[in-house]
Structure formats: structure tokens, C-alpha cells
């Protein structure tokens, strides 16, 4: 609904006299701000300001979050945004990350607060109504990562990989995760135990109450990442997560699909990939 009430605000806009907005929670730097207005396309903006603006919720330890002992953000996503400002500027320190929120990082994007997301997110939705009234606001690049539900497993227990879910196999999982109906099909003689938060079937999960948890890797990545006892097995379903830029920039469209292309058969992805996920199951997960 908030997508559709965005939509629905800049058609109205486009016919009345502009009125006073309140400032952002989280202001972006004066050059981003200055975006909304500036006639120039978003590659040469960037590349007169002399560096990125990159959205990201700061939500996951192997994506994007900020090490509070460093100032640094330190993930997948971030290093990705690095890359982006090394073939940009010769320097992967030109980027400066902008905390965005779940239910308004589009808007930063069509708002030109950032100039782009890169993060968990893309030409994803839960259903085919909320993925229009996506497209109808902003772009997606390639592909960055492939996401999808799998299973956080102990490292010593029962389950080792999706043939181990079966009869007497107890599945803790999320509620809001449709994905459970596609392993409830592939598995129906297993056990399934709902809960309201990750948080709560993470626990369950370390109390012996079930021997597999499934949720989106995002969410079993921090998990594993935070617990050398565990560790993640069995994606099974996909989805693509994209850089997310405003509609119709066909200029900063085509730019970074290239750069994932150049990084993608260098071996520079691969690279990043490695590091941030091998070490808690990634590998079995490509």
C-alpha cells in the first residue's frame, strides 16, 4: 500500500503547486538533496560530486553493517558498492552509505536521496500486485546475489542437507515465509513448528526443539555468522537480488550491468563471495 500511495503522490504533484514537506528522519548529504532538481543524468551527478551515494538498511553482518569499532561498513553489499567506486573513481573509498529504512528505501531512491540501493532487495515482491506498483517507481540491474530460502542446521546434528528432512525431521520456521509450502511439498512427513520472528525459531532452533531452521540465507547467514556451531545447507527456492536505481536511467542501467559483468568474469566477485559466505555454507549455496 505505501508503494501505491507513492505512486498515486507523484501523480497528483505533477498538477499542484509544490507544498512544504517535513525533513527526512535520516537526512541525506546536501548533494544528494540537491538531485531532485539537477538536469544533469545520475552518472555524470556522480561523477561531479566525486563520489557514490549508496542506500542500505545496515540489516545483515555478511551483507551491509556498520562496525561501530571501525566507522566502517563491512558486508558483501558494501564491498560490492566499493567495487563500484573503484571502476567508477580509481578509489573504492568514494562511496558514502545511507542508512535506509525497509518501508521508504525506494522512495530515497526516487526522491534522490541515494543514487542507488545496493542490498537485499530487487524485482522481488510477495505478490504480482506489489512487484507492479515496484517497476512502475524504479529500475533493477543484473543480478548481484541469488537469494532464497534454505536451512540452519548444527554442524554435528541429524540434518546435513534437504534429503535429511523426512519423517520424524522436526522444521522450525517463520510465519511471514511463504517459502515453508514449497519445502512442505518436497517434505510432508516432516514435522513443521511456526513462529512469529527469526529470532524466536533461532532460539527454539539452539534449545533442541527442532533440528533445522528455514528462513531467506540472508537471515541464516547472520545467524551462522554469529555461531560457529552452526551452519547453512539446502537452499531450496531463488530469488535475485539487483542494484536498484531510478526508472527510465537507461545511462546508469547499462553502466552497471557492465561493471557485474567485468567482476562477475574476473573473478572479483567471486572473490567477495567467498569471503562472506564460504565459511558459513555458501559454497554448497551458489
Known amino acids: 500500500m505505501k508503494l501505491l500511495h507513492l505512486i498515486l503522490s507523484m501523480s497528483v504533484a505533477a498538477v499542484a503547486a509544490p507544498a512544504a514537506v517535513a525533513a527526512p528522519q535520516n537526512p541525506a548529504p546536501p548533494e544528494a538533496a540537491a538531485q531532485t532538481t539537477a538536469p544533469a543524468p545520475t552518472l555524470e551527478r556522480i561523477r561531479q560530486r566525486g563520489y557514490l551515494i549508496v542506500g542500505n538498511e545496515f540489516k545483515f553482518p555478511t551483507m551491509n553493517v556498520l562496525d561501530p569499532a571501525t566507522g566502517r561498513n563491512e558486508g558483501f553489499m558494501a564491498d560490492l558498492a566499493r567495487s563500484l567506486a573503484q571502476r567508477l573513481f580509481g578509489d573504492e573509498g568514494k562511496v558514502k552509505f545511507f542508512h535506509t529504512e525497509d518501508d521508504t528505501r525506494l522512495n530515497d531512491v526516487v526522491d534522490g536521496r541515494v543514487d542507488m540501493l545496493i542490498d537485499t ?18 529500475d533493477f540491474s543484473d543480478e548481484t546475489f541469488h537469494s532464497g530460502s534454505a536451512l540452519l542446521v548444527r554442524k554435528d546434528g541429524p540434518v546435513k542437507g534437504l534429503d535429511d528432512i523426512g519423517e520424524g525431521a522436526r522444521v522450525l520456521y517463520v510465519k511471514a515465509n511463504p517459502d515453508v509450502a514449497v519445502l512442505r511439498a518436497r517434505a510432508p512427513h ?13 532460539a527454539a532452533l539452539k534449545a533442541g526443539r527442532g533440528d533445522a531452521f528455514t528462513q531467506v ?12 556451531a552452526y551452519t547453512v545447507v539446502g537452499r531450496f527456492t531463488g530469488k535475485s537480488y539487483a542494484v536498484v536505481y531510478r526508472k527510465g536511467d537507461r545511462a546508469l542501467g547499462a553502466y552497471l550491468n557492465d561493471w557485474l559483468a567485468a567482476i562477475k568474469a574476473n573473478g572479483e566477485y567471486d572473490r567477495l563471495y567467498r569471503k562472506w559466505f564460504f565459511p558459513y555454507g555458501g559454497a554448497a549455496l551458489r
Open 121 to 138: 532487495t530487487g524485482g522481488i515482491a510477495d505478490n504480482a500486485a506489489q512487484l507492479d506498483a515496484k517497476k512502475k517507481l524504479v
Open 190 to 202: 516432516a514435522s513443521y513448528i511456526a513462529f512469529d520472528s527469526s529470532a524466536d525459531a533461532l
Open 217 to 228: 540465507v540472508t537471515h541464516l547467514y547472520r545467524a551462522a555468522s554469529q555461531d560457529a
